[in-house]
């Protein structure tokens, strides 16, 4: 028995697929950028369950390699910017680093908070209502 919308259970194990490679992607960056294609690719699915799981997951992965990409710019200005003979001292150097080091856990939350959910809605067969939203907690 099928819920409105779904064409079949294949599309769904291929979203929920998806949802675990942003998930380890987290721990082992390529499969990030692997989840991105793949819901890159996805959106073009018809109006429905899948499409808006993939739209979701796109914007996810999108807003979370742009956030790696800037911490590590933002990481290596620091590195090659305040060396220990400047007016930092390497204790300050330590502190910016720990303060750069919990924005990416921040980050990494909200990436596994949001694709955790939308793991849970891929199992209930129920598509995101808004999936464009950049919220914690997509409906």
């Known amino acids: 028995m099928s819920a409105p919308g779904v064409s079949d259970t294949g599309d769904r194990a291929g979203v929920a697929r998806n949802y675990a490679y942003i998930l380890f992607g987290l721990l082992f960056f390529p499969l990030l950028i692997v989840a991105h294609f793949i819901a890159r690719k996805g959106r073009a699915h018809p109006e429905g369950f899948e499409q808006s799981h993939y739209c ?6 999108t807003v979370a390699l742009l956030c790696l990409l800037a911490m590590v710019g ?3 200005s620091l590195f090659f910017w305040l060396q220990p003979s400047t007016a930092f001292q390497p204790v300050h150097i330590a502190t910016l680093f720990s303060f750069l ?3 990416v856990l921040i980050a990494m939350f909200w990436v596994a908070v949001r694709s955790i959910r939308g793991l849970y809605m891929c199992g209930a067969l129920r598509p995101i209502c808004n999936p464009k ?3 914690l907690w997509p409906r």
């Open 56 to 61: 979701l997951q796109f914007r996810t992965t």
């Open 74 to 76: 933002v990481a290596l």
């Open 101 to 103: 080091n919990n924005l």
């Open 133 to 135: 939203t950049l919220w």
